[in-house]
Antibody
Framework: EVQLVESGGGLVQAGGSLRLSCAASGFTFSNYVLNWVRQAPGKGLEWVSTITGSGQTTFYADSVKGRFIISGDSSTNTLYLQMNSLRAEDTAVYFC???????????????WGQGTLVTVSS | EIVMTQSPATLSVSPGERATLSCRASQSVSSNLAWYQQKPGQAPRLLIYGAFTRATGIPARFSGSGSGTEFTLTISSLQSEDFAVYYCQQYNDWPPWTFGQGTKVEIK
């Protein structure tokens, strides 16, 4: 059974940093593309970042480019999101999500974690 | 960037009735379109991918149709557990992977 468990959220001041983690299990970590998707309070879903299983290719939404860094550790099956220069508009629940197809990027978000809340105070 | 537009924003339906949700893409996404269900305080759940293929464990009352720029999610007979927010999402042209703004299905 695929499991994705996020942690690391919390309250941080604007301009600060936070690192989110997503512990993955139930699948071969290096074979799948993993993502972060966020949801501001009362709002819709917004894709944030993507990393291939090899870690060699990453993508970022324009809203976070240059501030956030996605990475993965296949030895511990953990996905990370390092968030720097945080802004009030980064306040959201951050979900870790896995694409459905092996090594595929043209794929829906098949599995999701329960999310972790990040609150940025201004 | 492909913009996904869902309608209506809110749909009021009685239990047992049919619900029809629409999703439009600003340019063709072929059949690379997914639908998700999200209940309050929960993560989204994949319902439909490839525009019409139900994900594992999804009941047959959920069906998807369309291709190109126009898509529909139909819930044939609404059950109490189906009242939720539904999102469409394209994965044809990326980055970014883009979602619609959601349709809330509420009890009439």
């Amino acid at each position: 059974e695929v499991q994705l468990v996020e942690s690391g959220g919390g309250l941080v001041q604007a301009g600060g940093s936070l690192r989110l983690s997503c512990a993955a299990s139930g699948f071969t970590f290096s074979n799948y593309v993993l993502n972060w998707v966020r949801q501001a309070p009362g709002k819709g879903l917004e894709w944030v970042s993507t990393i291939t299983g090899s870690g060699q290719t990453t993508f970022y939404a324009d809203s976070v480019k240059g501030r956030f860094i996605i990475s993965g550790d296949s030895s511990t099956n953990t996905l990370y999101l390092q968030m720097n220069s945080l802004r009030a508009e980064d306040t959201a629940v951050y979900f870790c999500a896995k694409f459905g197809s092996v090594r595929g990027i043209t794929s829906p978000f098949e599995h999701w974690g329960q999310g972790t809340l990040v609150t940025v105070s201004s | 960037e492909i913009v996904m537009t869902q309608s209506p924003a809110t749909l009021s339906v009685s239990p047992g009735e049919r619900a029809t949700l629409s999703c439009r893409a600003s340019q063709s996404v072929s059949s690379n379109l997914a639908w998700y269900q999200q209940k309050p305080g929960q993560a989204p759940r994949l319902l439909i991918y490839g525009a019409f293929t139900r994900a594992t464990g999804i009941p047959a009352r959920f069906s998807g149709s369309g291709s190109g720029t126009e898509f529909t999610l139909t819930i044939s007979s609404l059950q109490s557990e189906d009242f939720a927010v539904y999102y469409c999402q394209q994965y044809n042209d990326w980055p970014p992977w883009t979602f619609g703004q959601g349709t809330k299905v509420e009890i009439k």
